[in-house]
């Protein structure tokens, strides 16, 4: 964004963009804010081409050939925290919870992360290309489908997906109308810039956009995803 037009736009408009449940791209996010910019503040701003804000986007992210050698890759990818550890994967595996990713990110990049900075081995991944971007539900229910080795609908196992925007909380609620006879669980969870104590405002507003998009559910942190899930099983058991 400072790039193309000297603005750096604050978290909260970004914030307030993806909220709006359509911008799960973070490419045509940053065209959406140039549109905006120029539209309300600098009318002369010449928007750029796609092509040439991947391009910049590229060099900035991942500081290398985005095909080439990760090894090479100098760019903010590098430096990105991790939100888990792999253990928090293989106790997913040791209570039976199959996992796997679909993420709006380039191939690569998610590669990138899931088995060289997490080490996980060839982790279950829909990613940018591989189906329509969220929150079309496509790679949701190929996902799901691949992981419960077989058709969704009844009597397939509970589906549950994990999200921090709006446009996951919209993909899975685009599932069940496609799949009225699957069960679909909607897990949400703020994003790590809003989960620091003077951010406690911003984050609940955030999350009660989660929670009006149709979130089942609101977790504090990834990682107690497990004991929410765990304790959903057990009490969907006991009422059985």
């Known amino acids: 964004m400072h790039h193309f037009s000297g603005w750096c736009p604050p978290v909260a408009v970004i914030d307030a963009l993806k909220s709006e449940g359509s911008w799960n791209n973070d490419w045509d996010a940053s065209l959406e804010l140039l549109r905006r910019h120029q539209k309300g503040h600098d009318q002369a701003l010449e928007l750029p081409k796609r092509e040439q804000l991947i391009e910049v986007f590229s060099r900035f992210y991942f ?16 430096n990105e925290p991790l939100l888990v550890q792999r253990s928090f994967f293989e106790e997913l595996s ?18 990138f992360v899931l088995e060289q900075r997490l080490g996980l081995k060839n982790p279950a991944l829909i990613a940018m290309g591989d189906a329509p971007d969220k929150p079309d539900p496509t790679g949701l229910m190929q996902l799901a489908s691949q992981l419960a080795g077989r058709t969704l609908g009844e009597g397939a ?20 109308h496609q799949l009225p006879n699957q069960h679909f669980i909607s897990i949400a969870v703020a994003p790590p810039h809003l989960q620091s104590n003077d951010r406690l405002k911003a984050r609940n507003n955030y999350e009660q956009q989660l929670l009006l998009a149709g ?9 107690s995803v497990q004991s929410h899930l765990l304790n959903w099983l057990n009490n969907k058991h006991h009422q059985n």
């Not at 196992?157 to 909380?169: E, N, R, S």
């Open 157 to 176: 196992p509970p589906i549950a997906y994990l999200g921090d925007t709006v446009a996951d909380v919209k993909t899975v609620i685009n599932a069940r």
């Open 94 to 111: 040791l209570n039976g919870l199959a996992w796997g990713f679909v993420s709006g990110a380039e191939p690569p990049s998610a590669r």
């Open 215 to 223: 979130a089942d559910a609101l977790i504090p942190k990834t990682e």
């Open 63 to 78: 500081g290398g050939d985005p095909d080439g050698d990760p090894s090479h890759w100098q760019g903010f990818i590098r």
